[in-house]
């Protein structure tokens, strides 16, 4: 059964560009990015919900794990998809000089280009952007399958820096290294209210109370969880999923149902803990609004070279 | 320094003895705010700054063994510095388990 979402593509089923060429007479519409699952070959007829496993449920104190803590640990964390999404270590400098730190998260977008929260890479508190971003693919505990890179530049929206418009709050990471060539990227996509609201998204990131605030490993596990966008506005998205401080930058993808094959599509930046909205106390995150797509689109085309696909239709 | 009315309070982690606990693991939630769901650690004096506007919030703080958490209501007269005392984990703690 394959859902129909108008402003999204169909996902590559093979690895790397395999298939390129195949898709090179089509001309990629502006709406929407392809995602790519890499080259990765062990991923193929694996069911993603397979590699989950339940989480022990916390006290539900605070107010971002709403109600009772359903959050769930990714184990399998060096396969597809979440191998595409990235702890993040943002060093800064505040206002007196003194070095700052934070854990956030991060979601592959394109070979070069990781998508987080603006407040991830540019802040008052950090004095600025970001002095540097260690982005870890995949961080598992100790275990760090691919490795890690550090930002070479970032980017956000003049909207985040000079007013701090939480609808705003995006930013990109773009590296040296295209790691995404080999562990995939997502698909971003901007699709109508009907296609969201209501519907299942999911979060999985960093949070930083797994597997306990005061273990060493804070911070360093993947966990996930699932629930309806309760409310949507043209800039924001509203959700009943638990999250934790340590997601900010997360993907809010579209969850697929019971024997839905589709590749997940990201259609918004997780960055907000709960707040009360007509719908109840809900976390939220800016929305991939056409507009914000078309930056993010930028983004990815400003770091990476054009895919063979483009690049033979060009010739053509 | 002020942001959309938010001004900046230094968070100091400490623990039962008043010394300064460094990299502690700090999360600020709030009922009130939508507040950015980024981990701040705390320097290696213990300290972070963090813009926050008048209003109730939480501050839970953990570094490797010790936790702790405080609830504070913040307006234009309260105090520049926060401080968030860490005790053993699971003891004490209003966020123990």
Same mark, same amino acid.
């Given at each position: 059964?394959?859902?129909?979402?108008?402003?999204?593509?169909?996902?590559? #089923?093979?690895? /790397?560009?395999? @298939? =390129? !060429? $195949? *898709?090179?007479?089509? &001309?990629?519409?502006?709406? +929407?990015?392809?995602?790519?699952?890499?080259?990765?070959?062990?991923?193929?007829?694996?069911?993603?919900?397979?590699?989950?496993? #339940?989480?022990? /449920?916390?006290? @539900? =104190? !605070? $107010? *971002?794990?709403?109600? &009772?803590?359903?959050?769930? +640990?990714?184990?399998?964390?060096?396969?597809?998809?979440?191998?595409?999404?990235?702890?993040?270590?943002?060093?800064?400098?505040?206002?007196?000089?003194?070095?700052? @730190?934070?854990?956030?998260?991060?979601?592959?977008?394109?070979?070069?280009?990781?998508?987080?929260?603006?407040?991830?890479?540019?802040?008052?508190?950090?004095?600025?952007?970001?002095?540097?971003?260690?982005?870890?693919?995949?961080?598992?505990?100790?275990?760090?399958?691919?490795?890690?890179?550090?930002?070479?530049?970032?980017?956000?929206?003049?909207?985040?820096?000079?007013?701090?418009?939480?609808?705003?709050?995006?930013?990109?990471?773009?590296?040296?290294?295209?790691?995404?060539?080999?562990?995939?990227?997502?698909?971003?996509?901007?699709?109508?209210?009907?296609?969201?609201?209501?519907?299942?998204?999911?979060?999985?990131?960093?949070?930083?109370?797994?597997?306990?605030?005061?273990?060493?490993?804070?911070?360093?596990?993947?966990?996930?969880?699932?629930?309806?966008?309760?409310?949507?506005?043209?800039?924001?998205?509203?959700?009943?999923?638990?999250?934790?401080?340590?997601?900010?930058?997360?993907?809010?993808?579209?969850?697929?149902?019971?024997?839905?094959?589709?590749?997940?599509?990201?259609?918004?930046?997780?960055?907000?803990?709960?707040?009360?909205?007509?719908?109840?106390?809900?976390?939220?995150?800016?929305?991939?609004?056409?507009?914000?797509?078309?930056?993010?689109?930028?983004?990815?085309?400003?770091?990476?070279?054009?895919?063979?696909?483009?690049?033979?239709?060009?010739?053509? | 320094?002020?942001?959309?009315?938010?001004?900046?309070?230094?968070?100091?982690?400490?623990?039962?003895?008043?010394?300064?606990?460094?990299?502690?693991?700090?999360?600020?939630?709030?009922?009130?705010?939508?507040?950015?769901?980024?981990?701040?650690?705390?320097?290696?004096?213990?300290?972070?700054?963090v813009l926050l506007r008048a209003g109730r919030y939480r501050l839970r703080a953990g570094a490797p063994g010790l936790e702790g958490t405080v609830d504070v209501?913040?307006?234009?007269?309260?105090?520049?510095?926060?401080?968030?005392?860490?005790?053993?984990?699971?003891?004490?703690?209003?966020?123990?388990?």
């Amino acid at each position: 059964m394959e859902r129909k979402l108008e402003s999204v593509s169909s996902p590559k #089923r093979s690895g /790397g560009h395999a @298939g =390129a !060429l $195949e *898709s090179a007479v089509h &001309v990629r519409p502006q709406w +929407r990015t392809k995602g790519n699952r890499g080259r990765r070959p062990s991923d193929l007829g694996r069911a993603a919900d397979r590699l989950l496993r #339940r989480g022990a /449920g916390s006290d @539900g =104190a !605070l $107010e *971002s794990v709403i109600g &009772v803590d359903d959050r769930t +640990r990714i184990f399998e964390t060096d396969q597809y998809p979440w191998r595409m999404i990235c702890a993040l270590r943002i060093e800064g400098k505040a206002p007196d000089g003194s070095p700052v @730190g934070y854990i956030g998260t991060g979601w592959l977008a394109g070979p070069r280009t990781v998508v987080t929260a603006g407040h991830c890479v540019y802040g008052a508190e950090m004095g600025g952007f970001a002095t540097r971003i260690e982005v870890i693919p995949g961080l598992d505990g100790d275990a760090r399958p691919f490795g890690s890179v550090f930002s070479d530049v970032l980017r956000t929206t003049n909207r985040w820096i000079e007013g701090s418009e939480q609808d705003f709050d995006y930013g990109a990471i773009q590296l040296s290294q295209p790691i995404g060539d080999d562990l995939g990227w997502f698909a971003t996509a901007s699709p109508p209210d009907e296609q969201v609201v209501n519907k299942g998204v999911r979060v999985s990131g960093y949070p930083g109370d797994k597997p306990s605030p005061w273990s060493q490993a804070a911070g360093t596990e993947q966990w996930f969880h699932t629930n309806p966008v309760v409310r949507a506005t043209p800039r924001r998205l509203f959700y009943t999923v638990d999250t934790y401080g340590g997601q900010s930058g997360a993907p809010v993808y579209l969850a697929q149902a019971e024997g839905e094959s589709i590749d997940p599509v990201v259609v918004g930046v997780h960055a907000y803990g709960a707040e009360a909205t007509v719908a109840g106390l809900a976390n939220s995150a800016p929305r991939i609004a056409p507009d914000v797509f078309q930056v993010i689109k930028g983004w990815i085309e400003e770091f990476a070279p054009a895919p063979p696909t483009e690049r033979v239709a060009v010739r053509s | 320094v002020t942001t959309g009315g938010a001004r900046p309070r230094l968070v100091r982690t400490v623990d039962e003895q008043g010394a300064p606990v460094p990299s502690a693991l700090l999360f600020v939630t709030s009922s009130e705010v939508a507040l950015p769901e980024v981990g701040r650690r705390t320097d290696a004096a213990g300290k972070t700054v963090v813009l926050l506007r008048a209003g109730r919030y939480r501050l839970r703080a953990g570094a490797p063994g010790l936790e702790g958490t405080v609830d504070v209501v913040l307006d234009d007269a309260a105090p520049e510095t926060l401080t968030v005392v860490l005790r053993a984990a699971g003891r004490g703690s209003p966020a123990g388990r």
